[in-house]
Protein backbone atom coordinates (compact mmCIF):
# COMPACT_ATOMS: atom_id res chain seq x y z
CA UNK A 1 0.00 0.00 0.00
CA UNK A 2 1.21 3.40 -1.05
CA UNK A 3 1.68 5.98 1.62
CA UNK A 4 0.90 9.62 1.00
CA UNK A 5 3.29 12.52 0.27
CA UNK A 6 3.47 16.01 0.15
CA UNK A 7 2.70 17.83 -2.86
CA UNK A 8 5.60 18.51 -5.27
CA UNK A 9 6.40 22.19 -4.70
CA UNK A 10 4.43 24.28 -6.95
CA UNK A 11 3.70 28.37 -7.76
CA UNK A 12 0.68 29.68 -8.11
CA UNK A 13 0.62 31.13 -11.58
CA UNK A 14 -2.22 33.03 -13.48
CA UNK A 15 -2.68 34.17 -16.67
CA UNK A 16 -4.80 37.52 -17.48
CA UNK A 17 -5.83 38.65 -20.48
CA UNK A 18 -7.47 41.56 -21.74
CA UNK A 19 -7.49 44.46 -24.58
CA UNK A 20 -7.48 47.04 -21.67
CA UNK A 21 -3.79 47.33 -20.32
CA UNK A 22 -5.78 49.36 -17.28
CA UNK A 23 -7.82 46.25 -16.45
CA UNK A 24 -4.56 43.94 -16.68
CA UNK A 25 -3.28 46.44 -14.18
CA UNK A 26 -5.79 46.41 -12.26
CA UNK A 27 -6.01 42.31 -11.66
CA UNK A 28 -2.32 42.42 -10.81
CA UNK A 29 -2.84 44.56 -7.67
CA UNK A 30 -5.72 42.76 -6.45
CA UNK A 31 -4.06 39.42 -7.15
CA UNK A 32 -0.72 41.21 -5.26
CA UNK A 33 -2.92 41.83 -2.41
CA UNK A 34 -4.30 38.58 -2.17
CA UNK A 35 -1.04 36.40 -2.86
CA UNK A 36 1.93 38.72 -2.46
CA UNK A 37 4.34 40.35 -4.40
CA UNK A 38 4.74 39.00 -8.14
CA UNK A 39 8.19 37.07 -8.22
CA UNK A 40 8.47 36.54 -12.12
CA UNK A 41 6.01 38.86 -15.02
CA UNK A 42 6.19 37.79 -18.62
CA UNK A 43 5.51 40.02 -21.22
CA UNK A 44 2.43 40.92 -22.45
CA UNK A 45 1.97 38.57 -25.88
CA UNK A 46 -0.57 39.36 -28.59
CA UNK A 47 -3.30 36.59 -28.03
CA UNK A 48 -4.37 36.29 -31.75
CA UNK A 49 -4.18 32.26 -31.90
CA UNK A 50 -8.18 32.59 -31.27
CA UNK A 51 -11.19 34.88 -32.16
CA UNK A 52 -13.29 32.66 -29.38
CA UNK A 53 -13.09 35.47 -27.31
CA UNK A 54 -13.45 38.16 -29.43
CA UNK A 55 -17.45 38.53 -29.63
CA UNK A 56 -17.26 38.91 -25.38
CA UNK A 57 -13.73 40.50 -24.88
CA UNK A 58 -13.48 42.27 -28.31
CA UNK A 59 -10.52 42.38 -30.66
CA UNK A 60 -6.58 43.17 -29.80
CA UNK A 61 -6.12 41.23 -26.58
CA UNK A 62 -3.04 40.92 -24.43
CA UNK A 63 -2.32 38.12 -22.60
CA UNK A 64 0.45 38.32 -19.82
CA UNK A 65 1.32 36.21 -16.93
CA UNK A 66 2.13 36.14 -13.13
CA UNK A 67 4.02 33.87 -10.71
CA UNK A 68 3.54 34.65 -7.15
CA UNK A 69 6.40 34.92 -4.45
CA UNK A 70 4.20 33.49 -1.45
CA UNK A 71 7.23 33.34 0.57
CA UNK A 72 5.67 36.04 2.96
CA UNK A 73 3.08 34.01 3.41
CA UNK A 74 5.20 31.56 5.68
CA UNK A 75 5.98 29.08 3.15
CA UNK A 76 7.87 28.82 0.29
CA UNK A 77 5.60 27.54 -2.49
CA UNK A 78 1.53 27.18 -3.33
CA UNK A 79 -0.12 24.46 -2.64
CA UNK A 80 -2.71 23.17 -5.10
CA UNK A 81 -5.35 22.02 -2.87
CA UNK A 82 -6.06 25.79 -2.90
CA UNK A 83 -6.45 25.78 -6.36
CA UNK A 84 -10.45 25.90 -5.91
CA UNK A 85 -10.36 28.98 -3.63
CA UNK A 86 -8.05 31.06 -6.28
CA UNK A 87 -9.99 30.04 -8.99
CA UNK A 88 -13.72 31.00 -7.21
CA UNK A 89 -11.79 34.28 -6.21
CA UNK A 90 -10.18 35.15 -9.67
CA UNK A 91 -14.03 34.60 -10.97
CA UNK A 92 -15.22 36.88 -8.33
CA UNK A 93 -12.58 39.49 -9.75
CA UNK A 94 -13.72 39.59 -12.98
CA UNK A 95 -17.28 40.07 -12.32
CA UNK A 96 -16.12 42.71 -9.84
CA UNK A 97 -14.51 44.36 -12.73
CA UNK A 98 -16.80 44.12 -15.82
CA UNK A 99 -19.19 45.77 -12.79
CA UNK A 100 -17.17 48.75 -12.90
CA UNK A 101 -18.40 49.37 -16.17
CA UNK A 102 -14.98 50.94 -17.60
CA UNK A 103 -15.17 49.36 -20.91
CA UNK A 104 -18.17 48.45 -23.19
CA UNK A 105 -17.11 44.60 -23.98
CA UNK A 106 -19.26 42.26 -21.44
CA UNK A 107 -16.33 40.75 -20.13
CA UNK A 108 -13.18 42.97 -20.03
CA UNK A 109 -11.24 40.26 -18.39
CA UNK A 110 -10.12 37.01 -18.39
CA UNK A 111 -8.17 35.62 -15.26
CA UNK A 112 -6.91 31.67 -15.66
CA UNK A 113 -5.04 30.49 -12.52
CA UNK A 114 -3.29 27.10 -12.45
CA UNK A 115 -0.08 26.39 -10.79
CA UNK A 116 3.66 24.85 -12.34
CA UNK A 117 5.53 22.06 -11.28
CA UNK A 118 9.23 21.04 -12.44
CA UNK A 119 6.96 18.22 -14.26
CA UNK A 120 3.91 20.00 -15.30
CA UNK A 121 1.72 23.54 -15.57
CA UNK A 122 -2.16 22.98 -14.81
CA UNK A 123 -5.06 25.35 -15.02
CA UNK A 124 -8.51 25.57 -13.37
CA UNK A 125 -11.62 25.59 -15.25
CA UNK A 126 -15.52 26.02 -14.61
CA UNK A 127 -15.82 23.60 -17.69
CA UNK A 128 -16.21 19.81 -17.59
CA UNK A 129 -13.97 17.73 -20.22
CA UNK A 130 -12.95 13.85 -21.05
CA UNK A 131 -9.75 15.19 -19.83
CA UNK A 132 -10.19 17.48 -16.78
CA UNK A 133 -10.41 16.35 -13.15
CA UNK A 134 -13.63 17.24 -10.75
CA UNK A 135 -11.62 19.68 -7.96
CA UNK A 136 -14.72 20.62 -5.97
CA UNK A 137 -17.33 23.25 -6.01
CA UNK A 138 -18.06 23.36 -10.20
CA UNK A 139 -14.01 23.82 -10.39
CA UNK A 140 -12.12 21.77 -12.76
CA UNK A 141 -8.24 21.14 -13.33
CA UNK A 142 -5.98 19.82 -16.43
CA UNK A 143 -2.53 19.50 -17.16
CA UNK A 144 -1.93 21.45 -20.25
CA UNK A 145 1.52 21.01 -20.53
CA UNK A 146 4.18 18.78 -19.53
CA UNK A 147 8.57 18.94 -18.99
CA UNK A 148 9.77 16.24 -20.71
CA UNK A 149 13.52 15.63 -22.33
CA UNK A 150 14.29 19.41 -21.33
CA UNK A 151 11.20 21.05 -22.95
CA UNK A 152 7.70 21.77 -22.74
CA UNK A 153 5.45 19.31 -24.15
CA UNK A 154 1.71 19.71 -25.27
CA UNK A 155 -1.11 17.26 -25.15
CA UNK A 156 -4.25 16.92 -28.12
CA UNK A 157 -6.38 19.55 -25.86
CA UNK A 158 -4.07 22.20 -25.02
CA UNK A 159 -4.96 25.55 -26.20
CA UNK A 160 -2.75 26.49 -29.17
CA UNK A 161 -1.29 29.88 -27.67
CA UNK A 162 0.02 27.36 -25.01
CA UNK A 163 1.55 25.46 -27.78
CA UNK A 164 4.23 28.76 -28.21
CA UNK A 165 7.72 28.98 -27.99
CA UNK A 166 7.23 32.53 -26.48
CA UNK A 167 4.72 31.37 -23.23
CA UNK A 168 6.71 28.28 -23.29
CA UNK A 169 10.10 30.14 -22.89
CA UNK A 170 8.36 32.06 -19.78
CA UNK A 171 7.14 28.84 -18.29
CA UNK A 172 11.03 27.28 -18.52
CA UNK A 173 12.18 30.86 -16.83
CA UNK A 174 9.48 30.03 -14.03
CA UNK A 175 10.44 26.70 -14.02
CA UNK A 176 14.01 27.23 -13.08
CA UNK A 177 13.12 29.86 -10.23
CA UNK A 178 11.42 26.87 -8.60
CA UNK A 179 14.63 24.90 -8.96
CA UNK A 180 16.50 27.76 -7.59
CA UNK A 181 13.98 28.57 -4.90
CA UNK A 182 13.90 24.50 -3.77
CA UNK A 183 17.00 24.73 -3.57
CA UNK A 184 17.28 27.56 -0.96
CA UNK A 185 16.19 27.93 2.23
CA UNK A 186 14.79 31.13 2.94
CA UNK A 187 12.81 30.45 6.01
CA UNK A 188 16.37 29.17 8.13
Not at 77 to 105: C, I, Q, S
Not at 142 to 169: G, N
Amino acid sequence: MGQPTAHSPALLLVAAFSRHGEALDWARRRAEACWGPVALESPRFAFNDTDYYEPTMGPGLQKVFWIFDSSSEGHAFFDPATLVDVKLATNAWEDEYAALGRHGETRPLNLDPGYLTLGKLVLASTKDFAHRIYLGRGIYAEITLYYRHRRWEHHQWTFADYRRADYQAFFTRCRQYLKDEGTTDKHG
